[in-house]
């Protein structure tokens, strides 16, 4: 079975920088797309930056380019999110996904088939 856990996320202030990182068991972390979402009450979940089992990378929302960074560890079984010169309107809770190449979940937000269960960001302005 594989599991998702997200860490990292809290209370900070603007300006300060966070980062999130997810530790991937029980699969295989490598052949795995990666990213990160997040979502704030009654929006829908957003995709901000996604990273290949290679380490291409690309931020998919406009407000947190320049700001946040996508990376992998494969070694470690772990994806990070950098954020940096965090705003208000990023606080949100955070989610990775995993993209499992040879597995599709049919109840899962396409084409994401593994999701942890997320870390609440805060930012005080």
């Known amino acids: 079975q594989v599991q998702l856990v997200e860490s990292g996320g809290g209370l900070v202030q603007s300006g300060d920088s966070l980062r999130l990182s997810c530790v991937v068991s029980?699969?295989?972390?490598?052949?795995?797309?990666m990213a990160w979402f997040r979502q704030v009450p009654g929006k829908e979940r957003a995709i901000l930056a996604a990273i290949g089992w290679g380490g291409d990378s690309i931020v998919h929302e406009d407000s947190v380019k320049g700001r946040f960074t996508i990376s992998r560890d494969n070694s470690k079984n772990t994806v990070y999110l950098q954020m940096n010169s965090l705003q208000a309107e990023d606080t949100a809770v955070y989610y990775c996904a995993a993209d499992d190449p040879v597995y599709t979940n049919p109840d899962s937000l396409p084409p994401y088939d593994y999701w942890g269960r997320g870390t609440q960001v805060t930012v005080s302005s």
């Open positions: 029980g699969g295989t972390f490598s052949s795995y797309m």
